[in-house]
Nanobody
Framework: QVQLVESGGGSVQAGGSLRLSCAASGVNSGRDCMAWFRQGPGKEREGVATVDTGSRITYYAHSVKGRFTISQDNAKNTLYLQMNSLKPEDTAMYYC?????????????????????WGQGTQVTVSS
C-alpha cells in the first residue's frame, strides 16, 4: 500500500527558505513520476515541480523556477522540495503526489488526474 507523508512546512518571512520532505512507502524507487502541488487560499491546486525518479528529469512551474529545487533520495524513498527566496504568494498547503509506474511529461506533469496517490499536505506560510 502506498503512503506519502509530508513534513517540513512552517512559517517564514519573505526571502526565507524551507525544505519540504515527502516520505514514500510502497513505491518502486526509480519507476515513478513524483511531484509537489500546492493550494493557496481561495485558489485551485497547482503543480509546483516534478521529478521522474527513473530519468531524474525535472520540470517546474514558471512561478517557482530558479527559486525551488525538487530532488529525490531513492535509498530513503524520500522526495524533497527546497524552497528559497520565498514570497507571500507561495503561502499554501503543499502536497506530495505520485504516479506509480508513470513517466513525467513536460505537457502533462501538472495535471492532477495523472497522480494516483496523494499525501495529506504540509502548510507553508510566508509573511511579508
Amino acid at each position: 500500500q502506498v503512503q506519502l507523508v509530508e513534513s517540513g512546512g512552517g512559517s517564514v518571512q519573505a526571502g526565507g527558505s524551507l525544505r519540504l520532505s515527502c516520505a514514500a512507502s510502497g513505491v518502486n524507487s526509480g519507476r515513478d513520476c513524483m511531484a509537489w502541488f500546492r493550494q493557496g487560499p481561495g485558489k485551485e491546486r497547482e503543480g509546483v515541480a516534478t521529478v521522474d525518479t527513473g530519468s531524474r528529469i525535472t520540470y517546474y512551474a514558471h512561478s517557482v523556477k530558479g527559486r525551488f529545487t525538487i530532488s529525490q533520495d531513492n535509498a530513503k524513498n524520500t522526495l524533497y522540495l527546497q524552497m528559497n527566496s520565498l514570497k507571500p504568494e507561495d503561502t499554501a498547503m503543499y502536497y506530495c503526489a505520485v504516479d506509480t509506474g508513470g513517466t513525467c511529461y513536460e505537457d502533462s506533469w501538472y495535471e492532477e488526474f495523472k497522480y494516483n496517490y496523494w499525501g495529506q499536505g504540509t502548510q507553508v506560510t510566508v509573511s511579508s
